[in-house]
């Protein structure tokens, strides 16, 4: 009912930047809490950075914290994630996902809505 579409993605330089978004058209995302996962080949699917649905609240791994900053236009009903310093180990396919607003989140069971993920490669 909520579907997410994430772009983005790509080859990109070690150190350098990448900032992939995801878009929900038609449905809107208002009172839903979105984040970002990521998942490498071979490994499960992990949080990333999530954001509350006004905005006003973020949390991040702590692979990532200081790195990448999760930012949220509801009006457009999109999420962004941008990406700096990037390192070779943040290779993975990028997915966003959403649920019901309310206190975060950061388990991939926690979430019901997903996107079709987008690749980001950090080549070395």
């Known amino acids: 009912q909520v579907p997410l579409v994430a772009s983005g993605g790509g080859l990109v330089q070690a150190g350098g930047p990448l900032t992939p978004s995801c878009g929900a058209p038609?449905?809107?995302?208002?009172?839903?809490?979105v984040a970002w996962f990521r998942q490498a080949p071979g490994k499960q699917r992990e949080f990333v950075a999530v954001i509350s649905w006004s905005g006003g609240s973020r949390y991040y791994a702590d692979s990532v914290k200081g790195r990448f900053t999760i930012s949220r236009a509801n009006a457009k009903n999109t999420l962004y994630l941008q990406m700096n310093s990037l390192k070779p180990e943040d290779t993975a396919v990028y997915y966003c996902?959403?649920?019901?607003?309310?206190?975060?989140?950061?388990?991939?069971?926690?979430?019901?809505?997903w996107g079709q993920g987008t690749q980001v490669t950090v080549s070395s």
């Open positions: 038609g449905p809107t995302l208002n009172h839903h809490n």
């Open positions: 996902a959403a649920r019901v607003f309310g206190v975060l989140k950061y388990s991939r069971y926690d979430y019901n809505y």
